[in-house]
């Protein structure tokens, strides 16, 4: 009698122990909600079905925008930015479920990455539900397969068990195989668009327009033209004055070489503003060769702004956020002590033991 109730009592406290943990394992955990897909279904209610409510759906879209960026790259904030300006509520609603796809890629990603973490992987792939769940009102016929996968994909998960009990291996390759036909079979159904806005910016960049070279050529001639007029007036009405002194004074011919001496310095002032005519030239030259280079430049920052928004497409690694309620745990084992400390005092009392 006493051997059958120790062992009754220890069968009842191996059940309320295991059954829980293996009912937990094989959902998917709480009401798990996906941020990205609770901000589409405020979108879709507020511009689609013939809604017009621009503001709500700007006002939710612009409380998750910098999570969207932070996942997805500026590129994909950008194009929300135009259809929302644009207000053009189809391409508002298209983008926006290719973005929910591009989050269930993510979300399978980081799941394969971190196959090893039973508990990261399982939350994980119970976002990736969430997502599409949201996605599976639009879709067609083809969603009982995707749901068996899912369910398939969470068994290959595997169960670390308790203590060893109740354990199952991880299938690294199963998990991989079931998320890649799931994501296979969503993608084509949700088309990402990107906005046209960010490539005709980068297009007018490297054209040579702003040299301007033909309005400089202009500038730099008509400068300079009435500094060459003004000295070389001013010089041959010296120059008469200096002939007629000599003339009057009946001086000898002797001195004309002076006065030749004196014109033959006179083209010296007039070959320098030819010479400073065409000095500016080689300025012209350099504002027209610097032209060029900051539009290279322009050009090249354009280039190196599209790279990051490739390298963020490469998704940003999931926040995680450990939802353990450590408080829960610390009551379930300490009520497991206490049962059992509790039965084995009432043993004892009783002189079972």
Do not use: C
């Amino acid at each position: 009698m006493k051997r059958q109730f120790l062992a009754g009592l220890m069968a009842v406290l191996t059940a309320l122990i295991i059954l829980p943990v293996s009912a937990m394992a094989y959902s998917y955990g709480d009401a798990n909600t996906e941020d990205v897909a609770e901000t589409f279904k405020l979108v879709q209610s507020s511009i689609g079905n013939g809604a017009n409510d621009w503001n709500a759906a700007e006002g939710a879209y612009q409380e998750r925008r910098a999570e969207i960026v932070s996942h997805f790259g500026e590129a994909v904030g950008s194009t929300l930015d135009a259809n929302f300006k644009a207000k053009d509520s189809k391409a508002v609603i298209a983008n926006f479920k290719g973005v929910l796809v591009m989050n269930l890629d993510r979300r399978f990603t980081y799941a394969i990455q971190g196959i090893d973490d039973y508990a990261a992987s399982k939350l994980l792939l119970a976002k990736a539900k969430a997502t599409y769940d949201t996605l599976q009102p639009y879709m067609g016929s083809g969603t009982a397969d995707i749901e068996k996968a899912f369910d398939e994909a969470l068994d290959a998960l595997g169960n670390p068990g308790l203590f060893g009990v109740g354990k199952k291996p991880v299938q690294p390759d199963v998990f991989k195989e079931k998320v890649g036909f799931i994501y296979g079979k969503v993608k084509p159904l949700f088309p990402y668009q990107a906005a046209a806005a960010p490539v005709a910016s980068s297009e007018p960049t490297p054209v040579a327009q702003p040299t301007e070279t033909p309005k400089t050529e202009p500038v730099v001639k008509s400068e300079p033209t009435p500094a060459q007029e003004q000295p070389v007036l001013v010089e041959k009405e010296a120059k008469p004055a200096e002939t007629k002194a000599p003339d009057v004074a009946a001086a000898v011919e002797t001195k004309a070489p002076e006065p030749s001496a004196s014109a033959s310095a006179s083209p010296s002032p007039s070959a320098a503003p030819t010479a400073e005519a065409a000095s500016p030239t080689p300025a012209a030259s350099a504002a027209a060769t610097t032209a060029p280079a900051k539009a290279a430049d322009t050009a090249s920052t354009t280039v190196k702004q599209a790279e990051p928004a490739k390298e963020a497409s490469a998704h940003a690694p999931m926040q995680r956020t450990d939802k353990t309620n450590s408080f829960v745990s610390i009551a379930v084992i300490g009520g497991v002590i206490v049962l059992l400390g509790g039965g084995v005092w009432f043993a004892r009392k009783r002189k079972w033991i």
